[in-house]
């Protein structure tokens, strides 16, 4: 029986934020990861020209908590990076989410006032996510910009999805084109791979790749567990599977064309969800482009919580079990909590648990 003062499950962003803290607070950690590389969802790597590719899609840093951003910032130095958005629509690149300048591109001048009257009295009730946008936004901004792309990137129908998915999509009613509006936001200069990896540069912290918390939990004693595993595999799906999607990516490279913004969405046309070029994150001018194209898989690597109604009953059955656990067992991340948190939140909520480990 090997024994550890702490046993962190899972070398992503929330699993490597614990087992820094905690060996900082003097704590013998073994962080243990099923894949032969630490990372999961933001790693990243760097092509032979230099562009640093997100190999699960575009990752951008953002927070509003300095707590959280002067965290991370101790490991790596972020760019100044303000993500931008363009969607896709009736044949114009609109910026997103929807702002003054998308609305004057897809409307006449008269008409966007007549909108705009609209949004502000619009309700923001409803049962599902398709109710709620329509009441928020209206059938037509609805049917352009989110209808068709949730179906691509949900595989299922709108009205299938819970409320709060719809909840906290702006609508800004200025020319602020940046798609978020947090405080700090920017990209690790050298890439998460190596920010994760500064990290772990702890002597508290012992990894072991290629393990499977599952190969070797009875084998472990600890006094505290963090698991950022899936949340039904912890209990061994005994209140059933929980759905998780994952994305495929194709990779090209172009000299010369490029997207009018780092991400463009693709509603209503094409397959695919979104394309990225990776160029815009870096600060240097490539002529060569990499472009990434997106499409949504029902399954493979679990990445994104499903935010339908029938997960959400199979969610809220472990949730159950998980307010059960005791004190020393911690449930954090996006796959173990199945909800599609940012990096920043995972951070947040990696040092919230660790200012109760004794
Ligand atoms: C396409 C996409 C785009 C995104 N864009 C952004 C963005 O722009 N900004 C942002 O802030 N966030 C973004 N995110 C979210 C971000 O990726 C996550 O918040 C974050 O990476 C989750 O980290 P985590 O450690 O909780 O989970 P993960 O990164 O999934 O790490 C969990 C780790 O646990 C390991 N594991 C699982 N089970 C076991 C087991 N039984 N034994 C051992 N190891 C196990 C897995 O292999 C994995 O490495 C995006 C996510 C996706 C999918």
């Not at 951003?69 to 130095?77: I, L, M, N, Q, Y």
Request: net charge negative.
């Amino acid at each position: 029986m090997v024994n550890t003062d702490i046993l962190v499950v899972g070398a992503g962003i929330s699993g490597i934020t614990a087992a820094r803290i905690l060996a900082e607070k003097g704590k013998k950690v073994l962080l243990i990861e099923k894949k032969s590389v630490i990372g999961g969802a933001c790693r990243d790597e760097f092509s032979e020209e230099g562009i640093n590719i997100h190999l699960y899609g575009p990752h951008i840093f953002r927070t509003s908590n300095k707590f959280v951003f002067d965290f991370v910032s101790r490991f790596a130095k972020f760019s100044n990076y303000q993500h931008r958005v363009t969607s896709y629509v009736l044949g114009n690149y609109c910026e997103f989410p929807i702002n003054l300048n998308t609305l004057n591109k897809l409307f006449n001048k008269h008409t966007v006032g007549n909108v705009l009257d609209k949004l502000r009295n619009f309700s923001t009730e409803g049962e599902n996510f398709e109710e709620i946008l329509k009441n928020k936004i209206g059938d037509d901004l609805y049917s352009l910009f989110y209808k068709n792309y949730s179906i691509k990137q949900w595989l299922t129908e709108p009205f299938n999805l819970i409320p709060q998915t719809a909840a906290i999509i702006p609508i800004r009613e200025s020319i602020d084109g940046r798609y978020f509006s947090d405080t700090y936001q920017g990209i690790p200069e050298k890439g998460y791979f190596y920010m994760l990896n500064q990290m772990l540069a702890h002597n508290n912290i012992k990894v072991l790749l290629n393990t499977d918390y599952k190969e070797i939990r009875n084998h472990v004693s600890y006094n505290w567990l963090v698991f950022t595993g899936r949340l039904d595999d912890f209990f061994d799906k005994s209140e059933g599977e929980l759905e998780y999607h994952s994305v495929r990516f194709e990779l090209e490279k172009t000299y010369g064309t490029t997207l009018p913004s780092a991400v463009v969405n693709y509603p209503n046309d094409y397959d695919y969800i979104r394309r990225t070029d990776y160029n815009y994150f870096m600060e240097s001018d490539f002529k060569v482009h990499i472009i990434g194209t997106e499409y949504s898989l029902k399954e493979g690597e679990p990445l994104y919580a499903v935010p339908d109604f029938k997960n959400q009953i199979i969610k809220e059955r472990y949730d159950k079990l998980v307010s059960e656990l005791p004190e020393n067992i911690k449930l954090i991340g996006r796959l173990a909590t199945y909800k599609n948190l940012s990096m920043g939140q995972c951070v947040y909520e990696a040092i919230k648990i660790c200012e109760g480990v004794q």
